[in-house]
């Protein structure tokens, strides 16, 4: 069993930023691949970046690359995402994911395939 808490939301204005975090419980984090996902109000959940379980493999969405970064700390069983440039239409409830099995660059954009989530935290971005 995988818990994931997320921390590190909050309202910021357009061209500013913000650090979520993702703190995983359970001694075999390392092996998971990792992923952020985002849900507007009214939209479906959308893959936003994933990891390798070493970090050497990054995965963006289109709509981010250039302005989030994510990595991760083995020893600290923790994920980062950091955002820059935020815009109105990066508001939405960001998600972390551990995705226990395979995974490539198709597999970690299905939100099907993650096994575990956390419970969300709010990136409000004002214009």
């Known amino acids: 069993q995988v818990q994931l808490v997320e921390s590190g939301g909050g309202l910021v204005q357009a061209g500013g930023s913000l650090r979520l975090s993702c703190a995983a419980s359970?001694?075999?984090?390392?092996?998971?691949?990792m992923g952020w996902f985002r849900q507007a109000p009214g939209k479906e959940r959308e893959f936003v970046v994933a990891?390798?379980?070493?970090?050497?493999?990054?995965y963006y969405s289109d709509s981010v690359k250039g302005r989030f970064t994510i990595s991760r700390d083995n020893a600290k069983n923790t994920v980062y995402l950091q955002m820059n440039s935020l815009k109105p239409e990066d508001t939405a409830v960001y998600y972390c994911?551990?995705?226990?099995?395979?995974?490539?660059?198709?597999?970690?954009?299905?939100?099907?395939?993650?096994?575990?989530w956390g419970q969300g935290t709010q990136v409000t971005v004002s214009s």
């Open positions: 990891i390798g379980w070493s970090g050497g493999t990054t």
């Open positions: 994911a551990a995705l226990t099995g395979y995974s490539d660059s198709y597999y970690v954009r299905k939100p099907t395939m993650y096994d575990y």
């Open positions: 359970g001694r075999t984090f390392g092996r998971y691949a």
